[in-house]
């Protein structure tokens, strides 16, 4: 299973973006979607979280209220909206798919199974 993330770019701060994620497969296999980012520097970090089966939605601290995962069963993607963008969101964005359902969230990039090559977001102050 190859994941294909787009929709990255330059915007100002304020601004929004809409990043995609599909799957090689034409479907996503498996129970969770994750974005992640990593900035320069930076460790990767968890971002969202859309639970497949349940439509349920997790999200970091710093991005609540701003971001927005969801899935379009009709495009097989997962995208990842984000508004009131703000320079620290600067990073390249990655998809990642989880195979097993699990009982918690899973928030650590070692627990996906499956990653995109990732889509650079810019945001300008």
């Known amino acids: 299973v190859q994941l294909q993330a787009s929709g990255g770019g330059l915007v100002q701060a304020g601004g929004s973006l809409t990043l995609s994620c599909a799957s090689s497969?034409?479907?996503?296999?498996?129970?969770?979607m994750g974005w992640f980012r990593q900035a320069p520097g930076k460790e990767r970090e968890l971002v969202a979280i859309?639970?497949?089966?349940?439509?349920?939605?997790y999200y970091t601290d710093s991005v609540k209220g701003r971001f927005t995962v969801s899935r379009d069963d009709a495009e097989n993607t997962v995208s990842l909206q984000m508004d009131n963008l703000k320079p620290e969101d600067t990073a390249v964005y990655y998809c990642?798919?989880?195979?097993?359902?699990?009982?918690?969230?899973?928030?650590?990039?070692?627990?996906?199974?499956?990653w995109g090559q990732g889509t650079l977001v810019t945001v300008s102050s």
């Open positions: 990642a798919a989880k195979r097993y359902l699990i009982t918690t969230w899973p928030t650590k990039a070692s627990s996906y199974d499956y």
């Open positions: 497969s034409g479907t996503f296999r498996g129970h969770f």
């Open positions: 859309i639970r497949l089966s349940a439509n349920t939605k």
